[in-house]
């Protein structure tokens, strides 16, 4: 309801206004602006040995839903991913690349 009292209070169409019932991600439910929680996880990836094995892992954890970023470096193994932990898991990122064959510590 005090969805649509705004609605008219703004003037806006009901036709273009979202009556669901789940809030825009970047607005709480007290109607307060706040951004998507966003997490860096860092791992250590083995197995990696040249620069194409980096690419693989970034390729493959990219396309995980609720990623945002992914920047691995071969020579040291580090992998560090920036994502949502309400769209993708900790776990759900290391087992995209344990299943490409590497081995993941972090």
């Known amino acids: 309801m005090r969805h649509v009292l705004l609605a008219a209070r703004l003037g ?5 206004l979202s009556l669901g019932t789940a809030c825009a991600p970047s607005v709480d439910h ?3 602006h706040a951004p998507p929680a ?3 996880l860092e791992l250590q990836v ?6 194409p094995c980096a690419v693989a ?9 609720g990623v945002t970023a992914c920047e691995v470096d071969h020579a040291s ?3 560090v991913v920036r994502h949502d932990p309400a769209r993708v898991s900790a ?3 290391s087992a995209a690349i344990t299943k490409l064959g590497y ?3 972090g």
């Open 77 to 79: 193994g580090r992998a």
């Open 91 to 93: 776990a759900a990122i």
């Open 103 to 105: 081995t993941v510590a």
């Open 57 to 65: 892992i970034t390729a493959a954890v990219t396309k995980l839903d």
């Open 30 to 32: 007290a109607g307060n």
């Open 38 to 40: 966003e997490a860096t």
């Open 12 to 16: 806006l169409s009901l036709g273009t």
């Open 46 to 51: 083995g197995g990696m040995h040249c620069e």
